[in-house]
């Protein structure tokens, strides 16, 4: 069973970083697309970043030069550190996994409020 647990959220000023972390377990995690999902009040979930098991990283325009997706396959952690943190950054931030079968699987969520 896959368990994905986030952390690093928070409140952050407009400009600010701020770095979240998912720590995952019962998967082969080197032979999994890892990836950072973002869903705001009123909003539909988006994709942040996606970082496949080969290398290949997605970002969302919102996210290219501003934010960087990285994984420790030797950890089984994956990282998403974001500078020039916006308000329209303000959202509940979602680890997904999809491993090698197809399977998608969620964490619970770390909040991000970015507010001066």
């Known amino acids: 069973q896959v368990q994905l647990v986030e952390s690093g959220g928070g409140l952050v000023q407009p400009g600010g970083s701020l770095r979240l972390s998912c720590a995952a377990s019962g998967s082969i995690f080197s032979m999994s697309a890892m990836g950072w999902y973002r869903q705001a009040p009123g909003k539909e979930r988006e994709l942040v970043a996606r970082?496949?098991?080969?290398?290949?990283?997605d970002y969302a325009d919102s996210a290219k030069g501003r934010f960087t997706i990285s994984r420790d396959n030797a950890e089984n952690m994956v990282y998403l550190q974001m500078n020039s943190l916006k308000f329209e950054d303000t959202a509940v931030y979602y680890c997904n996994m999809i491993d090698y079968n197809g399977k998608s699987s969620w964490g619970q969520g770390t909040q991000v409020t970015v507010s001066s």
């Open positions: 970082l496949h098991s080969g290398g290949y990283i």
